[in-house]
């Protein structure tokens, strides 16, 4: 029993796991080797790479229970800059002492059971040495779970509390166990993080971690021993690796790899001796960030005297600038940022009173401080500013800097709000805005590093906008309400509603703009608060009171908050019933914008708008251009995790013909991240108001009293509220706004008065004239930081890895501008008299433009740094240097510049990687490689190496090739160093003395793996230089001359005698024509045109058929593509019906069963009019299986096959009638029509034989004693009521050269047009042509536009040839339908045919494919009437094209129409109203304050089918009625004659003519363009900047035809009866003839309401006959009526407005509409 017992506890304690925490003993020291190091690079054995390494010993001792010291010895530091493995690390021995000294003294921390605790550390210790400790401390932390050997947990480490997962395997038969960790770096909770310059980058908290840029892991392992004694660790190494894919390629991705390896050496008996010093608490294992983010990337300095480097960098940095040394300029920039970090505010001042009178310096200073961002440099900045040491112009560029690069906390904070207060700025209004902007800036990136904002950052915002609110300031407002946008915080959310009328009634008198600016406020707020952001722009959506622009501005804030599905359809459900078609277009287009988007962070989104579009009314999908829209321009890629959209929001008003709001932005997608580029928005009011005919005194004019009167007689009308014309735009960059702007006359006015004393604009350009007489000469510098983006994290060494983005943009200009005129400027100067003067210009312009970016991975500390650096350039250089002189009575200029004597490089790319080291001890010498190794053809970049960091230099062969005018050379190489490439392309213009080129150089890794990271790991160069070239004789000057005019001809002449005396003015114009001739060398020209012309039949019939390659060199004779064309279906030796296999239609999205078989199985061989096979609208089968194409009826069928087999027949063809089109499927090839156009065009005719030239210009070299060389330009232009012509000759100036180019461009006829373009030797060897014209397609109005490339050159066939092979996937993308088919080689034609005013059928039809689509949208509309087919010829005085754009104006204005009972509305609604007998309608009028017209009609009593009206315009009562069957017309109540034209006298034109069987009355400075009155049909026709002004029955013309029956009141009618009852003109029934007038009216009967009786009044009054009266006709009207109890005392008889009440029941009652009154209460 004993035995058993002993057993089982034997079990027991062998099962129970030993603690596996490692324990160090007191009284012992522990000796262990450690090194450790990290290697930056991209994976390959063949590239360079760039790392640090660090050995040393280890000495641990336990000093208590839980305190431990640590002393390192023997530190050493090495680096590594070369190619893994081959190469050695190289020992840093002045870095090694300097780590060695901080690591001299002990270092103590907390350990228990496998945890470390607080780190204590010397106090002179520098952060980077207590970073080290803690990688090496990282290594001991151990979290064991007894009960457990494979577990997951959070754990503290080094790089923050991770996701850690442990695996122990314990061998208990030796003693020993071995412990697995890794970590997830990417999941991780209080993450060791430090970003700069990224508040503005929003990542996605729902998107996948798997899709990140950046993945780090690492993994630990670790060997214990154990005995009765403890645990002893005998070693743990530990490996980690990040992975950094700039584009989210799995392959494509540098690596940085950390390792660590720790090995227990000896154990001694001794203890370490207590540190002497009193060491301090430096914290946990988790890192931290002390001045990594103060030292760049770029480059390394050490820090000495600080005030002394930066004057000697600054005065380094304005010679390079200088010198042109911009490379260096930019990284000397760089300097002085980094050291400004560094520098006392009394050294910064110190350096200013040294440079700020010196004007080279004072801007490379000044922008240097804002970039610096420090809070000494922005104190700085707001002293100068107080100081008024800036001008106006400094501070607007430098505070928007300034307040972005600032970094926000307690201090800068404190500084930005003295900008507040700072008077200076009060009085400045741009400076102010700008400050008001960035502090809300700054407080919006301060909030975001925390959960909780502090309320007294936002109460200088909130005071602001508060007293604005009571002063009634909108423009203090809007910057309140902007700044508060900026700034983000839910906390404003208050404030904020007390600008909206939904939430706040007294809101309702501010203007619109504020409304729509309350709404854009809360954009930023939703990305804190989402769902309140969304439940307030619900509600201001649905409130149907606001204005259109407001509720669309909230439908743009609402989906920014990313509603779900239930919201999504909660919209479009009421956009069913949405009274606004402005904000029903704009929701539903907006929708469909989101609906196609493929961006992971609004997948959600997508789908729910796909869903809701589909319960809209397809409708709402074909709204004109009057209605709001929403642009969307996009694409992302989830391969590379990247995108872009650009979205423009275009948003109407009521009184506007175009976008009155526009908002257009672009935001960029990266790595499940997403950042506001741009947005730009612009506001306009009233514009319209500024191209009328001002200061016309409509208000003293009789009509405006009388519409004053009018206006009291119709109940609730009100005159609409005056707008003054405005304009208004913002700027936002990163999602700020920066700065906004409110023009308007009053602000124009006060800039032309504070320029000039006086706001006429005349003495404004007389006084810009002036000072550009005095000359500009000056050099500007604009140095700017573009971008700082950093990212560092924690590496399990001790070190910080960072990942970083700078980029610093310079802008240099240096002009020296002398301008004489004469004669002098008078002093009563008219802007005419530049017209009679002359003007020499003598300038020297040389602008310049650099940009430098650096992309950097590795160690950044302030004692070495070591990674990979990325540099990329962009130059841009030139130099203008002319002397211009304009003679303006004579019409000539003439400019000449110097030739080109020296190679200048216009623009440049490069861009190079390095594997780089760098260290403190060691600043000018630096380590640099080349990730590719050096191979057999090394890279030569020409620019010069001087200095670290220059471009290398090495030789490469010149590639440019030579002898020849345009040539290039291309060499490829693969060597050891990669794939080297170098490309030249260069163009020699011999005769001006200069050639271009176009280099291109490379050598990169992508030979290794595909990817972009690849592609750019390498040498790039791609420059265009401009060089001399050699000639036979120096180049003086450069000289083009332009004449226009008589003298023209003579300007040719003179170029071509080569400075022989001008014509005689009196010579006989057939001479100078003869010479012009000659001189053109046209005779040889159209010789050869003609010759070729007389041979052309017999060639076609000799030429054997054949279809060639699309872009094949054809033969040098040019024809026709026609006759390629008519045997096209015989080439191949085939029989119809045998090419089905190539002649697929594809549709994309679209099915069509059957139809789609049989149109590519069963085909017609036809060319040329039809494709291979027919396509018909119609179905293609019939109950017999046979295809037929039938007509009209067919094409209109709604059948995606478009009917391409329909031939386009010209409107000017000699058979007008309606062709079948059966008979139109048969080859076409025959008729004229489709002949090619060189063919078809008429004899050639040279304008010159008849016409002088009406501009000539010379552009020629002039050379020392030697004939000038150059080219010469004459134009021609024939002009003729039914066809014009122009012509344009270009030909050398030197007699040997045949070569020359000839445009001709004609209008045959009023629907033909025709162009060509030819060029080489006589303008024979290359040639282009086209053709447009109008005609008919089916039964519709067509356009067809045919082009011939009968011989163009191979660089043209090339670029034709890339871009045709895009075109199918286009058309498929599109969901365009194509087909393919043998077409003529040489010939493209496009036909579009307009099918409603709305929408066209498209065919394009190009060699070897036909692309067509049916339906497509047009922007404007197109008046036409499709049903109606062309029957007849037309007029040849008509004239398509110019009739064409007139169509398109005339439809833009709006017309209202009156015949017998119909009415047609401005907004096109058509209603049935019969008017009652002898009382005035109000049928338009102009409701806007200028009260400037009114148009009254009523309808005669003895007649129902005539009508009479009044036109009241200024002081003039126009009557128009008809009398014994013909029109009269009546003025001021006097009789006027019909055939006399009337015109009146006032301010304002207004003209009165017979047309046709009526009258016409124009008053276009009134708002009328045209009114037409013949008794029985009115329209009238209104300017477009009436747009929304109007009313009456004609409507208001604000495009809203779902509230076009608005009564006076604003009142909705239920009918078009009541609508039109609503607008007659009450009279007094007994001086008038209108017997009936407009009375609130109460149900009779008894009536329920909410289950009691009730008494109900109507809210309109309703037609009824005067008292006395009793009514003879009636008609049923819908009415709403407001009830109360039975028992209210409420009644008729009191003074009770019922249209101000709400509206209960609707219910049918009678209006009167004809009266008859036999006794009358008339007074006598």
């Not at 520098?343 to 004072?362: C, G, H, K, M, N």
């Not at 809209?616 to 999908?621: A, F, G, N």
């Not at 609730?716 to 936002?732: C, F, N, Q, T």
């Not at 009216?1641 to 006395?1668: M, N, Q, T, W």
Request: net charge positive; aromatic share 8%; hydrophobic share 35%.
């Amino acid at each position: 029993m004993k035995g058993l017992i002993l057993a089982l506890v034997l079990v027991l304690v062998g099962g129970q796991k030993q603690d596996l925490e490692p324990v160090f003993h007191t009284g012992k020291t522990y000796l262990y080797g450690y090194s450790s190091f990290i290697l930056h690079g991209l994976p390959g054995r063949s590239l360079a790479m760039a790392g640090v390494r660090l050995t040393c010993k280890l000495e641990i001792s336990r000093v208590s229970r839980s305190d431990h010291l640590l002393q390192i010895r023997s530190p050493k530091l090495e680096e590594y800059n070369g190619f893994w493995p081959t190469d050695p690390f190289t020992p840093s021995s002045r870095l090694t002492e300097t780590i060695t000294a901080c690591f001299s003294q002990a270092f103590k921390f907390e350990y228990t059971e496998g945890r470390v605790g607080s780190i204590y550390a010397p106090e002179d210790c520098p952060i980077l040495c207590t970073n080290l400790v803690r990688g090496i401390l990282n290594m001991m932390q151990i979290t064991i779970k007894k009960s457990q050997n494979v577990y997951e947990l959070q754990e503290a480490g080094i790089e923050g509390i991770c996701q850690t997962r442990y695996v122990i395997r314990d061998d208990i038969k030796n003693n020993r166990a071995t412990i697995s960790k890794s970590k997830d770096l990417t999941d991780c909770q209080e993450k060791a993080v430090k970003n700069m310059g990224m508040a503005y980058i929003r990542p996605c908290p729902t998107c996948p971690l798997k899709v990140r840029n950046i993945k780090g892991m690492v993994m630990f392992a670790y060997k214990m021993k154990y005995d009765d004694s403890g645990v002893l660790m005998t070693s743990a190494t530990s490996e980690q690796v990040y992975q950094i894919s700039p584009f989210n390629e799995p392959n494509g991705a540098a690596v940085t790899e950390a390792r660590q390896e720790l090995s227990l050496v000896n154990i001694k008996r001794t203890s370490i001796s207590p540190p002497k010093t009193q060491l301090q608490n430096q914290g946990s294992l988790r890192y931290q960030f002390s001045g990594e983010l103060l030292q760049m990337p770029f480059p390394l300095i050490r820090i000495k005297n600080p005030y002394l480097q930066l004057t000697e960098t600054l005065r380094q940095l304005v010679q390079n600038n200088e010198e042109e040394a911009t490379k260096e300029a930019s990284a000397k920039f760089l300097q002085v940022v980094q050291l400004l970090r560094i520098v006392t505010l009394d050294q910064i001042e110190s350096v200013w009173v040294q440079f700020a009178s010196d004007p080279p310096y004072r801007p490379w200073f000044l922008s240097a401080v804002c970039a610096a961002g420090a809070t000494d440099t922005f104190r700085f900045l707001k002293q100068k500013i107080h100081d008024e040491k800036l001008n106006i112009w400094e501070a607007a560029a430098t505070l928007p800097l300034a307040f972005h690069f600032v970094t926000p906390n307690k201090q800068t904070l404190a500084v930005a709000s003295t900008f507040l207060t700072c008077p200076q700025i009060q009085k400045a209004p741009m400076p102010r805005i700008l400050v008001y902007l960035g502090y809300g800036s700054m407080v919006n990136k301060y909030c975001a590093q925390s959960s909780f904002c502090p309320n007294e950052l936002l109460q200088p915002l909130h005071e602001l906008a508060t007293e604005a609110a009571s002063k009634g300031n909108a423009k203090d407002t809007a910057l309140a309400l902007k700044a508060i946008g900026n700034a983000g915080e839910p906390a404003s959310i208050k404030r904020i509603l007390k600008f909206l009328p939904t939430f706040s009634p007294t809101a309702a008198s501010l203007p619109s703009r504020i409304h729509a600016d309350a709404v854009l406020a809360l954009r930023k707020i939703a990305r804190k608060d989402p769902a309140k952001v969304r439940e307030i722009s619900l509600q201001v959506f649905m409130d149907n009171t606001l204005a259109p622009n407001v509720r669309m501005v909230a439908c743009v804030v609402l989906f920014e908050t990313k509603p779900a599905l239930p919201t999504v359809t909660a919209m479009a459900s009421s956009l069913l019933t949405e009274p606004s078609l402005q904000v029903a277009s704009f929701t539903y287009s907006h929708m469909k914008a989101l609906a196609v988007g493929r961006i992971p962070q609004l997948y959600n989104l997508s789908a729910a708008c796909n869903i809701a579009i589909k319960l809209l009314s397809p409708r709402l999908d074909r709204l004109s251009y009057r209605y709001s829209k929403v642009i969307h321009v996009g694409g992302y890629s989830s391969e590379y995790q990247a995108g872009a959209i650009w979205r423009v929001y275009l948003m109407n008003g009521p009184s506007t013909m175009f976008p009155s709001d526009i908002i257009t932005k672009v935001r960029g997608y990266y790595a499940n991240t997403a950042t506001d580029i741009i947005e730009v928005a612009l506001r306009s009011q009233s514009l319209t108001e500024l191209i009328r005919k001002q200061n016309i005194p409509f208000a003293e004019y009789d009509t405006y009293k009388t519409l004053k009167e009018l206006g009291k007689t119709l109940l609730g009308w009100k005159e609409l509220p005056p707008e003054d014309p405005l304009v208004s735009a913002y700027i936002k960059v990163l999602g700020q706004e920066i700065a906004f702007a409110d023009i308007d006359k009053d602000a124009i006015q006060q800039t032309m008065t504070s320029l000039t004393g006086s706001s006429n604009w005349q003495p404004v350009v007389k006084k810009v004239l002036e000072e550009v007489q005095r000359g500009i000469s000056g050099r500007w510098t604009l140095p700017v930081v573009v971008a700082e983006l950093r990212h560092a994290v924690p590496t399990v060494v001790g070190v910080p890895l960072e990942v970083s983005l700078c980029g610093a943009a310079l802008a240099r200009a240096a002009a020296d501008v002398d301008v004489q005129i004469s004669p002098p400027l008078s002093d009563n100067f008219r802007p005419s008299q530049l017209l009679e003067t002359k003007m020499d210009i003598h300038a020297d312009i040389k602008p310049k433009a650099h940009f430098h970016m650096m992309a950097t991975m590795g160690i950044n500390t302030q004692y070495f740094q070591t990674g990979l650096e990325f540099h990329a350039e962009f130059s841009a250089n030139t130099t203008m240097k002319f002397d211009v002189r304009i003679d303006m009575k004579e019409k000539n200029v003439k400019i000449e510049t110097p030739p080109c004597r020296r190679e200048v490089e216009l623009a440049a790319v490069r861009s190079e990687v390095h594997a780089v080291s760098r260290n403190m001890e060691e600043v000018d010498f630096e380590k640099k490689s080349q990730l590719l190794p050096k191979g057999d053809q090394p890279f030569q970049p020409s620019e010069r190496s001087s200095g670290p960091g220059s471009w290398k230099q090495s030789n490469v062969p010149s590639v440019i090739s030579k002898g020849y005018q345009q040539g290039s050379e291309e060499a490829h190489h693969r060597s050891v160093g990669g794939r080297f490439y170098a490309r030249v392309f260069c163009r020699k213009f011999e005769s001006l003395g200069c050639s271009a080129c176009l280099s291109l150089k490379s050598r990169n890794s992508a030979f290794l793996r595909n990817t972009y990271l690849h592609k750019l790991v390498g040498e790039l160069e791609a420059k265009i230089v401009l060089k001399p070239v050699p000639t036979d004789a120096d180049i003086d000057k450069i000289q083009l001359e332009i004449q226009a005019g008589a003298k023209a001809a003579s300007k040719i002449i003179d170029a071509a005698s080569s400075g022989s005396k001008e014509e005689d003015e009196t010579s006989l114009f057939g001479d100078i024509q003869a010479k012009l001739k000659k001189i053109l060398g046209i005779e040889n020209v159209f010789k050869v045109a003609n010759k070729t012309r007389r041979r052309t039949k017999r060639i076609h019939r000799k030429r054997k058929s054949a279809v060639t390659d699309l872009w094949a060199e054809p033969s040098a004779t040019p024809l026709s593509s026609s006759s390629s064309s008519s045997t096209a279906s015989s080439a191949d030796g085939k029989e119809p019906g045998k090419e089905h296999g190539k002649d697929e239609i594809r549709q994309p999205g679209k099915r069509h069963g059957s139809s789609r078989k049989s149109s590519s199985g069963r085909r017609s061989s036809s060319s040329g009019g039809c494709a291979s096979s027919n396509i018909c609208s119609s179905s293609s089968q019939d109950h017999s299986g046979d295809r037929h194409c039938s007509g009209d009826s067919e094409y209109s069928n709604q059948q995606a096959n478009l009917p391409v087999c329909l031939r386009f027949k010209p409107a000017d063809e000699q058979d007008p009638g309606r062709e079948d089109l059966n008979s139109s499927i048969s080859s076409s090839s025959s008729s004229a029509s489709d002949e090619g156009i060189f063919s078809a065009m008429s004899q050639p005719k040279f304008l010159g034989d008849s016409k002088p030239p009406i501009v000539a210009a010379v552009l020629r070299a002039i050379h020392r004693n030697e004939q000038p060389t150059g080219l010469q330009l004459v134009l021609y232009t024939d002009t003729q009521p039914t066809r014009s012509r122009v012509q344009v000759v270009v030909s050398s100036i030197t007699g040997s050269s045949r070569w020359k180019l000839c445009a001709d461009t004609s209008v045959i006829n009023s629907h033909k047009g025709s162009g060509s373009l030819k060029w080489g030797k006589d303008c024979q060897d290359y040639q282009i042509a086209t053709q447009i014209a109008t005609g008919q397609f089916a039964a519709y109005p067509a356009m067809r536009m045919k082009l011939e490339w009968p011989k163009v050159p191979s660089a043209v066939r090339t670029t034709a040839r890339w871009f045709y092979s895009f075109l199918p996937g286009a058309a498929y993308v599109l969901g365009y339908s194509q087909k393919q088919w043998r077409g003529p080689s040489h010939q493209a034609t496009l036909v579009m045919a307009l099918t409603s005013p709305r929408t066209c059928d498209v065919i394009l039809k190009l060699p070897e494919l036909i692309i067509y689509e049916r339906a497509i949208r047009l922007p404007l509309p197109f008046p036409s009437s499709p049903d109606t087919p062309i029957s007849t010829l037309p007029s040849p005085a008509r004239n398509d094209f110019s009739q064409a754009t007139l169509s398109i104006i005339e439809n833009l204005k709006a017309h209202c129409s009156v015949l017998q009972n119909t009415i047609t509305t401005f907004n096109g609604v058509e209603f049935n109203y019969s008017m009652p007998a002898n009382c005035y309608h109000v049928l338009v009028q102009d409701c806007s304050p200028e009260l400037k017209f009114l148009v009254m009609i009523k309808r005669p009593e003895e007649s129902a089918d005539l009508t009479a009206i009044n036109v009241r315009l200024a002081s003039h009562e126009v009557d128009m009625y008809v009398s014994n069957g013909l029109v009269q017309l009546k003025i001021n109540g006097v009789q006027a004659p019909t055939d006399v034209p009337y015109t009146s006298n006032s301010d304002a034109s207004m003209l009165i003519s017979s047309q046709k069987d009526g009258l016409s009355l124009k008053a276009p400075d009134y708002g009328i363009d045209k009114l037409y009155y013949d008794g029985h049909r009115l329209e009238i026709q209104v300017a477009f900047w009436m747009a929304g002004k109007t009313c009456g029955i004609c409507g208001k013309y604000d495009a809203e035809k779902e509230r076009e029956y608005q009564m006076p009141s604003g009142y909705l009618a239920k009918d078009a009866v009541s609508f039109g009852q609503s607008w007659i003109i009450s009279e007094d029934p007994c001086a008038g003839a209108c017997k009936l007038q407009r009375k609130f009216v109460k149900i009779e009967k008894p009536v329920a309401f909410e289950k009691a009786a009730a008494k109900c009044f109507s809210v309109e009054p309703v037609l009824r006959c005067a008292e006395g009266c009793s009514p003879t006709a009636a008609v049923p009207i819908s009415v709403g009526f407001h009830c109360v109890p039975a028992d209210s005392a409420l009644d008729l008889e009191g003074q009770i407005r019922f249209d101000q009440k709400s509206e209960d029941v609707v219910s049918t009652v009678s209006a009167h509409t004809a009266c008859s009154c036999q006794q009358q209460p008339c007074p006598a």
